[in-house]
């Protein structure tokens, strides 16, 4: 029941702005977009989540287009640091509970 | 800040051994999530809690089971270890379930070996 496609790879250069876009076509109108990281084999960090509006805050910004059934992640300034799988995730509501969908991560690399 | 602690943090078990992972989540969080991360895979949502009832189960082997607890610690038990049982197993919190600050904290996991 996956609700997200991702590029499963991307590359960008230190300093650079790195765009990870995310297709989530089928999203319904109440379900939220959320952007985790995960660095090696640590537990998935928090980046960013929204709705229809766009976001940012200190580590980046989310971009989702007005039908919703597109976003990107918009890390401004990467570093070697940023390297890392980023998963744009869906959460659903089902079973009278909320839950991430996970989709299959971009593995973005950040070059010196 | 407070995190979402895990233990043990890694974990050796031999075939149709038993195992039991341990979940503190952040002080005030009532909503407690399991998943399952196989080698080279995405994470897979197992079970989740709040307020101690279990609230969804996903891809969860009847072998597993999960409770919460009293004082919102979650164990997650799992009995007949398969080899394919070997994985990082983590935990998340959330302390707004459904709300504008729903968002899970992730713990760094527990990295179970079957052997």
């Known amino acids: 029941d996956a609700k997200t496609t991702q590029p499963p790879s991307m590359d960008c250069a230190e300093g650079r702005a790195a765009n990870l876009p995310c297709n989530h076509s089928?999203?319904?109108?109440?379900?939220?977009v959320y952007w985790y990281r995960q660095i090696h084999s640590q537990g998935p960090q928090y980046i960013i989540h929204g709705l229809k509006n766009n976001e940012t805050n200190e580590m980046a910004s989310l971009i989702i287009t007005e039908d919703r059934k597109s976003s990107t992640l918009i890390l401004p300034h990467a570093t070697l640091r940023d390297t890392a799988v980023y998963y744009c995730i869906v959460r659903v509501f089902t079973s009278g509970t909320y839950k991430y969908i996970f989709g299959t991560g971009t593995r973005l690399k950040v070059l010196a | 800040a407070a995190g979402v602690i895990q233990s043990p943090r890694h974990l050796i078990k031999e075939k149709r051994e038993t195992a039991t992972l341990k979940c503190y989540p952040i002080p005030r969080h009532d909503t407690v999530y399991w998943y399952q991360q196989g080698p080279g895979q995405d994470p897979q949502f197992l079970i989740s809690?709040?307020?101690?009832?279990?609230?969804d189960k996903g891809s969860i082997p009847d072998r597993f089971s999960a409770q919460q607890f009293s004082d919102y610690h979650s164990e997650l038990n799992m009995s007949s270890l398969e080899l394919g049982d070997s994985a990082l197993y983590f935990c998340?919190?959330?302390?707004?379930?459904?709300?504008?600050?729903?968002?899970?904290?992730f713990g760094a996991g527990t990295r179970l070996s079957v052997l």
């Open positions: 809690f709040y307020e101690k009832m279990q609230s």
């Open positions: 089928t999203i319904s109108g109440n379900e939220y």
């Open positions: 998340a919190s959330t302390p707004d379930r459904g709300g504008l600050l729903d968002i899970q904290y």
